[in-house]
């Protein structure tokens, strides 16, 4: 009918609504979408030609034909909607039939109808193969043509305004003179340069609460757009590497694509203040180690913001303030806008393309850090919530402190992705890779300010541990703070408590509640990886490759730093459990070198995985296995369960019945005063002076070992080493036992002096009393062992380092036996 508001449009409408609206009737919905146009249904593996199913080209022609606003519109577009829910439908609708260029034009026309972007939202949450699709089109149809994220990015800002700013804006026009409607780009680049938009956020600016906004219900499906088509995919790449294997996948993903989209549209900023946290506190402003003076006194939370625990800061309702001040608190709920907005920034610093840009080119950081600085104020109260030991708060109180966990856990794991991935140990990376050109910042200054929004709390360690147990179970969280078992990814949550370890500090925070729980779950993870022989089979190769099996193995690595025995380790800093003793009856010491060498044995992993897992082999004899699974519940918790850090009985056949060679390697012992005791690294001048100079401390000679050890920058290793025997000779050469190790000058930070940088270097003589009274206060068995810190037995890949016999014992030596002499020492 020419007439949309005719009687006969109206009936089938009527009746197509009623055929697809009720949840049950998804092959309803199917078929219609897929009933072609001979009365011939389409079966599911039939390919998609224009012409076939006419439902669709129909009512978006329909939809054209409409008046804005209409009754008839709206019940087209609900039909709309109903049929592009189920995932059959999504690519036909989006791509075959052009959904997506019509709705997105649609949306530029009319911004204010919320319900064309909540079909655009249903039709993005698909695969990101999908995904990829809508943005860079298929044969010229769909994506590339329609410009999907240009009309979400022309909505959200359109419908951030307020009645005011819209009336100062004025019309944007939506044609060229000669009639020719303005493709979304233009519409958008237009709109930017009206409201002199770019990507630098005013650091003055104040939080965007968009539920006052005319057209708030746009804005909100716009941001959950965002989320969906920035979410990343099972096994999207963790970071760029060339030392992966050729097969692969290097073609940027859906994720990727989108992320890149969103940035270049010029909304991050709008993200960014939509997630901004404020509070008002005697007229001073606090940013990082400023203060800034204003009117209207707004003070920013930021990491230097001295901690409180007060109850009523973090107390407020959702979009406005509480009585200390605070506005955007972030207790915010389910599909809100500033959860969709977190989580939108929270794909995009997954994906490896966007991380410097993300931490240069923006506040995204700073304002990240404002939302952990909130949960941090509560840790009290959040730790009991995680833990299950809240007990006699009210529904609303236990609603706020779930959803506040949630997003302190979201922007805590966006954090981990932009500070700690640049490398194996959180190494800066290159300079060029950090700093930007205008940036006058000291490069090392600016990336430590970087790394101390990296530190974790107690709460955020129990909140990993349980996202890890429902991600490895496929399993959603219900109730407050919850989550559907779509929203994170397997490899995800390893790469970010991968991330999240490269901090020393934050290790020692999960072995402090018991570091055997996110032990456990990462040996399961990695053994469903390493034990399982048909992985596509079992349903594990959709969840784990090479990377994300390797972000398992390093994590297991850096925790077993401080999961050592007694007998070897005389402080509570490494003498921690590192596995319970069994499961399920099998003996986790056996059960952890099968999957380990299982894991080596397998092609395709990457070097810094077969590193780890060698490390562990090499110290699996003083490692502390002990204790039953039990110990590692929540005992008012249902999860993470018991199940959740047993191994599946398939997994455990698997181990009993593969065929493997164990690695039986045994290496260095290691020496008491390696696991806390701080020490100073040194660096030899040019001249070979004594007196070292650039002082670097670390809290252990373990801890400092990982700048040397696997991805040094300046020491190259062929072959596989040691981590406890490098330790134990950068103990050595601190005792006195070696004028220098590894090219630097070590001295313990408990030695004193008034300038340790030009503290002489210690003779052999004072170093071996000083040595010898440390073991008599260290060794409880009365042994002193501290001759052999130089150089311990060498066994297992150890053994196979070559040795030079023309070193001279005056001159600093490499792990291999390498002379090191002046031109090296002074690089």
Known sequence: SPDPSADVPSRALRALFALSEHASRTRERIA????????????????????????????????????RDSSEQYLAL????????????????????????????????????????????????????????????????????????????????????????????????????D????????????????????????????????????????????????????????????????????THERIPGGDAIAAQAVWDAGVVSSLLRVIRVERRTGGRRRRGSEEEKEEGGVDRYHGAEEETNTHTQAHGNINGGNDDGESNVPTWSTNSSQDAALYALLHMASVPGMRRAMREECTCVEELVTIVECGKRRREELTKWVTGNL??????????????????????????????????????????????????????????????????????????????????????????????????TVKGVLFSIRCVMTDPKNRVVFATIDGARVNALLLKALGRYSLVAD??????????????????????????????????????????????????????????????????????????????????????KYLNFSGPIDELLYPRKDYPSGNDFAFEQKLLSAAKSSYVVNKKVEGAKPKGDVFDRSIIRLRI??????????????????????????????????????DIAIANNIAGCAEGFAKQAYGFYWRWEDWGGDDLVDQPFLPSSVGAKSSNANQRKNNSNGKNDASKALSPPRRGLLGMLTQSNNVDEDEPFTIFGFKCGAPMCGR
């Open 32 to 67: 219609m979408v897929r009933y072609g146009g001979g009365g011939k249904a389409r079966r599911d593996d039939d390919d998609y030609d224009a012409g076939v199913a006419p439902l669709i080209p129909t009512l978006l022609s329909f939809l054209r034909r409409c008046r």
């Open 78 to 177: 609900l039909v709309l909607n109903n049929v592009s829910i189920p995932p059959e439908n999504k690519r036909p609708i989006a791509l075959t039939h052009g959904g997506l260029k019509t709705l997105g034009r649609m949306l530029c026309d009319d911004p204010g109808c919320h319900l064309l972007v909540i079909i655009l939202v249903n039709l993005t949450f698909s695969d990101v193969a999908v995904r990829k699709d809508f943005l860079c089109g298929v044969g010229g149809v769909g994506g590339a043509d329609g410009m999907l994220v240009d009309s979400l990015a022309y909505a959200l800002l359109l419908s951030s305004l307020t009645d005011e700013q819209l009336a100062a804006l004025g019309s944007i026009p939506l044609a060229s003179e």
């Open 179 to 246: 009639g020719t409607p303005h493709p979304p780009r233009k519409l958008l680049s237009l709109l930017r340069s009206a409201l002199s938009a770019n990507r630098k956020l005013d650091p003055r600016a104040a939080p965007l609460l968009l539920d006052d906004r005319p057209f708030a219900e746009t804005a909100r499906w716009c941001l959950c757009a965002f989320k969906n088509l920035t979410r990343p995919g099972t096994l999207s790449p963790s970071y760029h590497r060339d030392d992966w294997n050729a």
């Open 391 to 488: 007990g006699g708060r009210n529904e609303m109180e236990v609603t706020e402190l779930g959803n506040l966990s949630l997003q302190c856990m979201k922007a805590r794991m966006a954090l981990s992705y932009l500070i700690g991935a640049e490398g194996h140990f959180g190494q800066p990376p290159s300079k060029d890779a950090v700093s930007s050109p205008s940036d006058d910042l000291d490069f090392e200054t600016n990336y430590s300010n970087y790394q101390s929004a990296n530190s974790i709390c107690e709460h955020e360690a129990h909140s990993i541990i349980e996202l890890l147990s429902h991600c490895l179970a496929n399993r959603a969280k219900e109730g407050a703070g919850g989550f559907s078992a779509a929203t994170f």
């Open 535 to 620: 992985r596509k089979e079992e349903g594990i190769g959709a969840i784990m490759d090479a990377e994300a099996a390797e972000h398992a193995v390093f994590s297991l690595y850096l925790m077993s730093n401080y999961g050592f025995q007694e007998s070897v380790c005389f402080t509570s800093f490494g003498k921690n459990k590192f596995l319970p003793e069994n499961f399920e009856g099998e003996n986790a010491s056996v059960l952890t070198s099968k999957i380990l060498s299982s894991y080596l044995d397998k092609d395709g992993n990457t070097p810094a995985g077969n590193h780890a897992a060698m490390q562990i082999l090499l110290r699996m």
């Open 685 to 722: 001048p040019a001249d070979c002076s004594p007196k070292g100079v650039d002082p670097k401390t670390y809290s252990s000679p373990l801890i400092a070992v990982e700048e040397l050890s696997f991805g040094s920058k300046t020491v190259k290793h062929s072959q596989s080493i040691d």
